[in-house]
């Protein structure tokens, strides 16, 4: 029967039946009614279908108001009716108990977890502060005292952005019309419990810590327990602590956010107090809210002790939160005018932020600024890209411009952050109220509501607008002895504070994004006006409107509410294994913004044209700074989450088809003509990754003018920013597909493209080589499966030598005859390519097929005999998996390999003059192993080389400094021999190195000597034992083992960048390389803080602080090693000062 619905998992062992409870299923069913009563999507639906009559209210502000708001008030005003009417008051708005809601119960771990942000009942117990005794904490059940309605809307109000003027509607609505003898202060109840978790959410964003380690807010637990018939509706412990660990304070974050808003709608209501509160209105919360920003900026300023740059970042996150809510606090005249907040109030508050937190005369630098950032998107200047004939002349015409420019000194600082750009865009609002056309912000859905005239006759009763008759409520948060925040009044205190609150905010991931703005900025009027009317009849209709009519203030809001339905309405799975929300519905969240807008005109229909290209760019600005692929760390927010992004953009492709895919293609065109040669390396290979994955999932449906334009840029034999990008989304796609390279010859690339000559067929390697004892041994090895240790005698024996070996040594011997030369090491090599050989086959197997299916569809006619011609005579089974084969034969041919790498290292050391050094000689075999697998390896295939690097490290043939050796190129002295991922092979070895570490201290605590292992159960406790002392040690060792790899990355990167000499522009591969000692050291601070750190409750980052300055590796050594690096290029200096700062930044 098709009418069931989804099967649902059964148990076929037992024949209970589970009954419905009748009142959970209706709550369940008013659940839903709430989360969609102020849906934009279906109220523009209905807006749609109303006439100009459909409110009785005759109230101006309400003829004003836009169908999209009328429709939403009529649905607030109809729930108001279901949910106060005489005979559902007594079940829907009942809160309280018979007894006291104040209760002792026992503190249960378990009990302590995330409230669901997405509008689910959730059952919540705030603590009211630490344990009065050891076992015992007095528990405040708030969501009791506030009653089941309360908790849902105010979940709601910090769960779906979006909405969040329906449930300030909603408040109003309920609180006037409820029954005032059994059920009056209901705005009160909301009010109060809204505090509550603001308090609690505030402590989480900031990662505020109790010292004594107990109490609502200790080791960032956040107080919230959740009922046991709600635990499917709770984000797994993997989201919560997902990322950099940081997945709490990110939620926490945004929940303060939405609260905040919430809030300031019902003082624009009349609710709560605007400013005759004193210190408890509105505007005294904003206000303090500042000054602990203020307290916490100053006592951070020009300091590297890691507490007080963390209060830095906390000034930050407190700043952030008081500008987003400011825009929507202002007083407005379709809100009655005079509630809410002056212009003149809120200039003040930005003011106060501006000088001391985020403004230029703050110490405020952006992760995101170019070329300097940890972060940054975008490089201080152009690369040197090599250039296509009739290019050069433009250039030197932009080149001279540009240097006017920076004569002049006219260049505004750059806006490189979300954080620096809502500080512009609040600073313009506040200056000019119609800077921006973002209805959300003047939205009233209260207005529609009425309610009955007091003095009307009995026989009609006369509706007037519902006002607010109650007394204004204050905001407390803290709460007196309930102790709601500790964050906050700590910060307030901060100068007389003790140490028993410790704010240890890591990081702004998630809270702060770097801003690209790919498309033109709105025209200010000036002479280029003449221009842009001509060049419009040629761009896209939709575009010019976008360009023209949305200003930078609606871009802004735009992205910022994109932001907020992404991280907001993110698919989640729940530790139960329930999922809820999907791209799809992302995507028509994402959408339902483009209700949002005015028009310029009154009335206008076109109001959201051409909306889709500010997605666009929001989504993309998003992909290109996301966590790379590969590099070891998860994704740092979902926001970062490449894979998430892309497949939101390509259901909005799927959902409005006529409209994304040109905006996309137009966006990627732009960014190909006017940013590749300013993008990073990562940025640039996110964006590539990206249109692979977009296209492999469209069919590959791309202009094929595009190909055709970019393809010279790929068959340049220099490198350039163009042809990296397009290189990197062809290899991306051919490992999307099984068959790779040949399907994107096949079905992607126009007939007769030379990209596939370009990107894949020069990278085919000759089966010439192959000598006849190289044949033998892999024979031996993967067909006869020979004994390894008759392999072993056969590769160091002498017959070997004479047979082999002689017609190797014998060339160039007058050459440089250092170690590291590949003739020292021709027993490993011929080992290596042996035990490779199904990698070598695969990849030339792989690019014949690319290069015959290129062939024949250049060909006009079609070549029916090609379909004859696959090879089937190298005998590869389709169920071959080569990794895993690959991963058995390295273990079981492991003395193979060090038995060549040792023969080898003996016949150098007996012909060398003077003393040779044995580890430097036996890495340098390591790196011969390497060098051979590298050359094996495909170009695309970064996957088959990172995980083999692995197994190698796993069995013990190649050392973590052998890898980092390897892959900064230490034999060659020019920077263009290093791979633009060399800094994610390094990451890798760090990670093992790391891990090795780690697992000798576990093993060595528990070995009783002769390897012989113990497992003690102490029942979970380590009485006499001082667990502190043994986290410390934990942390030496990983710092011992790190550190050394990533000083010579850092140092060996610094000089192979010094070695390159650019007056002007940036060439790639040095870009390449400052780009990558940034990435890698965030992840091995990532690593060292997730593998040594995170097991341990005590220790924070200022022990990793400690541990590294007593090695001498500290932000300010590690900086002063980049800065003591020679070099005589004008942009190599520029970039050793901005890996410098970033280093020290970051450490």
């Not at 503190?107 to 409230?115: F, H, I, R, S, T």
């Not at 000689?921 to 011969?928: C, D, H, I, K, T």
């Not at 043994?1030 to 010579?1048: G, H, M, S, T």
Request: charged fraction near 25%; hydrophobic fraction near 40%; glycine fraction near 6%.
């Amino acid at each position: 029967n098709n009418n069931r619905g989804p099967r649902q998992p059964a148990n076929r062992f037992t024949t209970e039946t589970k009954s419905v409870d009748p009142q959970y299923a209706m709550m369940k069913q008013l659940t839903a009614m709430v989360a969609k009563m102020g849906d934009l999507g279906g109220a523009a639906e209905v807006a749609a279908t109303m006439g100009d009559d459909v409110n009785n209210n005759s109230e101006a502000a309400v003829v004003m108001m836009r169908p999209v708001v009328k429709a939403i008030g009529m649905n607030v005003s109809d729930l108001v009716e279901v949910l106060c009417g005489p005979q559902n008051a007594q079940l829907f708005l009942k809160f309280g108990d018979d007894e006291s809601a104040t209760t002792t119960t026992a503190n249960n771990d378990d009990n302590n977890e995330e409230a669901n942000e997405g509008g689910d009942i959730a059952a919540m117990n705030l603590n009211d502060g630490e344990a009065k005794e050891e076992n015992d904490v007095k528990v405040i059940n708030a969501t009791k005292q506030a009653g089941t309605l309360s908790t849902l809307l105010v979940s709601c109000a910090y769960g779906l952005p979006l909405q969040t003027p329906s449930y300030a509607a909603l408040t109003l609505g309920v609180d006037v019309k409820a029954p005032k003898e059994t059920h009056a202060g209901f705005a009160g109840r909301c009010v109060d419990l809204a505090m509550r978790c603001l308090g609690r959410d505030l402590d989480m964003a900031l990662e505020c810590r109790v010292a004594s380690g107990v109490g609502a807010h200790a080791k960032g637990d956040d107080g919230i327990t959740i009922g046991e018939n709600d635990k499917d509706n709770v984000r797994c412990l993997a989201e919560r602590t997902g990322g950099c660990g940081n997945g709490n304070q990110i939620d926490a974050y945004y929940r303060a956010k939405f609260l905040l808003r919430y809030l300031a709608y019902l003082t624009k209501i009349g609710i709560v107090a605007a400013e005759d509160g004193g210190d408890q209105s509105f505007l005294g919360l904003l206000q303090m809210l500042a000054q602990a920003a203020t307290n916490a900026a100053h006592a951070s300023a020009n300091s590297n002790d890691e507490k007080k740059r963390a209060l830095g970042r906390a000034s930050r996150v407190l700043a952030s939160l008081i500008l987003s809510v400011l825009p929507y606090a202002m007083n407005n005249a379709n809100a009655g005018g005079e509630k809410g907040l002056s212009s003149d109030t809120i200039s003040d508050l930005v003011d106060v932020i501006e000088s001391n937190v985020v403004g230029q005369t703050s110490n405020y630098s952006s992760d995101y600024d170019p070329g300097s950032g940890p972060l940054s998107i975008l490089l201080k200047g152009e690369l040197d890209d090599a250039h296509l004939a009739g290019e050069m002349e433009e250039e030197e015409e932009d080149e001279e411009e540009e240097e006017e420019e920076e004569e002049n000194g006219d260049q505004p600082a750059p806006c490189a952050d979300t954080l620096q750009d809502l500080l512009r865009t609040v600073r313009k609002l506040v200056s000019s109220s119609s800077s921006t056309r973002f209805a959300l912000l003047g939205d009233s859905p209260w207005l529609a509501l009425t309610m009955d005239a007091q003095s009307s006759s009995m026989e009609e009763q006369e509706k007037v607008p519902m006002e607010y008759s109650g007394e204004q409520l204050v905001l407390d948060l803290v709460g007196g002895e309930e102790d709601r925040c500790k964050s906050v009044p700590y910060l307030l205190s901060i100068d007389n504070a003790d140490d028993s609150v410790e704010i240890i905010c890591r990081s702004l991931d998630g809270v702060v994004f770097g801003r690209l703005a790919i498309f033109d900025a709105p025209s200010d009027g000036g002479d280029d006006d003449e221009e842009d009317e001509e060049d419009a009849e040629e761009t896209n209709p939709n575009l010019e409107s976008y360009t023209k009519s949305y200003s930078l203030g609606d871009r802004f809001f735009l992205a910022d509410a994109i932001r907020d339905v992404l991280m907001c309405h993110r698919p989640m799975v729940s530790d139960a294994g329930a999922d809820r929300n999907n791209a799809k519905e992302v995507a028509e969240q994402v959408w339902s913004i483009s209700h949002l807008f005015l028009g310029a005109d009154s009335g206008d229909d076109s109001s959201s044209k051409g909306i889709e290209f500010g997605i666009i760019e929001t989504l993309i600005s998003l992909i290109v700074q996301c966590t790379p692929q590969g590099s070891g760390m998860p994704s740092s927010s979902p926001l970062n989450e490449h894979v998430y992004l892309s497949r939101v953009l390509l259901e909005l492709t799927k959902l409005k088809p006529s409209l994304i895919p040109q905006a996309i293609v137009l966006a990627v065109s732009g960014m190909f003509e006017d940013f590749m040669p300013s993008l990073t390396t990562t940025a640039r290979d996110n964006l590539g990754h990206w249109l692979s994955f977009h296209l492999t999932n469209t069919d590959y449906q791309w202009p094929k003018s595009y190909w055709e334009h970019w393809a010279p840029y790929a068959a340049i034999d220099q490198r350039n920013s163009r042809g990296d990008f397009v290189a990197v989304a062809l290899w991306s796609m051919a490992t999307l597909s099984p068959e790779g390279p040949e399907t994107v010859a096949r079905e992607c690339l126009p007939a007769g493209t030379s990209l596939v000559q370009s990107v894949f067929l020069n990278h085919k390697r000759s089966n010439v080589d192959v000598s006849s004892t190289e044949t033998d041994l892999i024979n031996r090895i993967w067909d006869t499966s020979e004994d390894p240790d008759s392999i072993r005698q056969h590769i160091i024996s002498d017959e070997l030598l004479e047979s082999y070996g002689s017609t190797i040594r014998s060339i160039d011997d007058n050459v440089d005859n250092s170690m590291s030369q590949p003739k020292v090491w021709w027993r490993t090599r011929l080992a290596t390519r042996a035990l490779f050989h199904p990698v070598s086959r695969e990849n030339t197997r792989m690019i014949s097929l690319a290069e015959k299916a290129w062939k024949k569809k250049a060909s006009a006619d079609g070549d029916n005999d090609m379909e004859d011609e696959h090879p089937a005579e190298d005998g590869r089974d389709e169920t071959e998996d080569i990794l895993a084969d690959l991963s058995d034969a390295i273990a079981r041919f492991k003395p193979v390999l060090l038995a060549a790498v040792a023969r080898d290292a003996d016949a150098y050391d007996s012909e060398a003059t003077g003393k040779v050094d044995d580890d430097k000689l036996l890495m340098a075999g390591e790196v011969s192993i390497l060098s051979e697998i590298g050359s094996l390896v495909s170009a695309w295939d970064s996957t088959a080389i990172f995980s083999l690097i692995e197994c190698l490290m796993k069995n013990q043939i190649v050392s973590s400094l052998a890898v980092a050796t390897w892959a900064l190129c230490d034999n060659a002295d020019e920077s263009t021999n290093v791979s633009p991922q060399w800094w994610k092979v390094v990451s890798l070895a760090v990670n093992k190195a790391i891990t090795d570490a780690l697992s000798k201290v576990e093993s060595s605590s528990t070995d009783l000597g002769g390897g012989i292992g113990m497992i003690i159960d102490d029942g979970g406790a380590n009485d006499g034992v001082d667990s502190t002392e043994a986290d410390v040690n934990r942390l030496d060792e990983a710092l011992k083992a790190a550190v050394p790899i990533l000083k010579y990355s850092l140092e060996r990167a610094c000089h192979l960048l010094s070695t390159t000499n650019s007056p002007k522009k940036i060439p790639i591969a040095a870009a390449d390389l400052a780009e990558g000692m940034k990435r890698l050291s965030r992840a091995a601070l990532f690593q060292l803080s997730s593998l040594a750190l995170s097991p341990s409750p005590t220790l924070t980052l200022s022990n990793l602080q400690r541990g590294l300055m007593n090695i001498d590796a500290d932000g300010e050594k590690l900086a002063s090693a980049c800065q003591a690096v020679e070099c005589d290029g004008e942009q190599e200096k520029k970039l050793l000062q901005h890996v410098a700062f970033s280093v020290e930044k970051l450490f």
